[in-house]
């Protein structure tokens, strides 16, 4: 599909969406908003406690890499 298609298909998806909310109160939209922002929140710092112990266990095999006697070829 052309890339045109696809932002013309996007920003109609985006302005249907606006208008359907815009038909509901605002009121609603901000109860569904509250009640997802949390979620949210949490996975974001889940996924950022998960990079860190990513990191951390990188780090630690690199140094035991480095303490480790190389063997020489002959």
Known sequence: M???VKILFGAALLV????????YTLDEFW????GL?????ALIGLFIVWL????LR?????KAQ???PRKRRR
């Open 37 to 41: 922002a949390p979620p949210f929140i």
């Open 2 to 4: 052309h890339p045109i």
């Open 58 to 62: 990188i780090e630690s095999e690199l």
């Open 16 to 23: 249907g969406s606006v208008a359907v909310i815009w038909q």
């Open 52 to 55: 860190e112990l990513d990191e």
């Open 31 to 34: 109860i569904v908003l509250k």
């Open 66 to 68: 480095e303490r480790r």
